[in-house]
């Protein structure tokens, strides 16, 4: 089952790249696949819009001459703007502008009741921005309305900002206390502004159209290309990054800090279990003879209980045994196994003939 998630979701991604290169029906074959093998709402959300899209995509267009020859009678201006007019959009998507003009709220704007769920907002503004969007949509008040269609679902999808959106009924409550708000009021729209553009929005969603260029409002009026905005954007994030970075590395430096600084204090040990250029001198301990190295001045350095300091390497000796016995016992049961896995007597002998010297000492050592 998981298999079928993994690949449920790699067709999923290669939907939404699809989308983003207006491959509808390759798109929708994806999805209906992804559904197939793992269903999800993220799967049928998006099926959903992308279907409507490739029905969008693969109407007939009504040729030009067509359209000459039904205005034939008319003036010639008058039909020069009627073959724009039907070049450029269609009646349907001139009734979706027409409709939000009328709209008073952001609710009736997404056509959605005010108990309506997150999921319900986004699956209406999915239908509304696909139908709404400039490079789609070429009507006259198109770009206005996507713009309104944005703000709402951003609204309606901010839970803090939706309920001061339901809190402040009335207009002329809005006007009075939006103020001291967070979110400033729109005067021309009749409602609250988001504090991203509708392109920023659409883009979240399906991630843009590609080769167009959207300019976008920044702090103090000042209006900019998107990419100059996005570019603002990304510098400012990565500086934030980079500070934050600093602020989750600060406590790793100071442990190593800290860490150097306490080498400066800190002694040699007295004894080493291994011979070594500083451990050169050999002792052995009174009770079980286990042999420890020492430095050339131990005699006049080492001023304490030499029977406890015995102890202890006898302990510390002891340990290093039983971690080298268990690691020879693991060894001979592995090699073991895979003899009687191959079903090889000759080997199963051999290793149950490895010889295990740590484990022998130490149990010589404990007798």
Not at 268 to 288: A, F, G, M, V
Request: hydrophobic fraction near 30%; charged fraction near 30%; aromatic fraction near 10%.
């Amino acid at each position: 089952m998981d298999g079928n998630k993994d690949e449920a979701n790699r067709c999923t991604e290669l939907a939404e790249r699809c989308v983003r290169e207006k491959r509808f029906d390759e798109a929708v074959k994806f999805l209906k696949k992804a559904q197939r093998l793992f269903p999800t709402k993220k799967a049928e959300d998006l099926l959903a819009t992308v279907t409507l899209m490739s029905k969008q995509q693969s109407a007939k267009v009504e040729p030009e001459a067509e359209v000459r020859k039904r205005h034939g009678n008319a003036s010639k201006s008058n039909g020069a703007q009627t073959q724009a007019s039907a070049a450029d959009y269609t009646d349907e998507q001139m009734e979706h502008i027409k409709r939000i003009n009328k709209c008073k709220d952001y609710y009736e704007i997404l056509a959605v009741s005010k108990d309506a769920t997150d999921s319900d907002v986004k699956k209406a503004y999915r239908k509304l921005a696909l139908h709404l969007h400039p490079d789609k949509n070429r009507a006259p008040g198109a770009n206005e309305a996507f713009k309104a269609v944005g703000n709402a679902a951003k609204i309606l999808m901010d839970p803090e900002k939706r309920k001061q959106y339901d809190l402040y009924g009335s207009e002329e409550e809005r006007l009075s206390t939006t103020r001291h708000s967070h979110s400033h009021y729109n005067y021309s729209r009749g409602g609250f502004e988001a504090d991203v553009t509708a392109e920023e929005l659409f883009n979240m969603f399906f991630g843009g159209f590609p080769q167009q260029e959207f300019y976008v409002r920044r702090g103090g009026g000042r209006w900019m290309r998107q990419n100059e905005a996005q570019h603002q954007h990304t510098h400012s994030q990565q500086q934030a990054n980079t500070y934050t970075t600093f602020l989750q590395m600060l406590p790793v430096l100071l442990l190593i800090i800290l860490t150097m600084m306490s080498s400066f204090f800190m002694s040699d040990p007295i004894y080493s279990l291994h011979q070594s250029s500083k451990y050169s001198i050999q002792r052995t301990t009174q009770n079980l003879k286990v042999p420890y190295f020492v430095k050339d001045n131990f005699h006049t350095e080492y001023d304490g209980n030499l029977k406890r300091l015995e102890e202890l390497v006898e302990k510390e000796y002891m340990t290093f045994l039983q971690h080298s016995c268990f690691r020879e016992r693991n060894y001979k049961e592995n090699m073991i196994w895979r003899a009687r896995s191959l079903g090889d007597h000759d080997k199963i002998q051999k290793a149950r003939n490895i010889d295990m010297p740590s484990c022998r000492q130490y149990q010589g050592m404990q007798a």
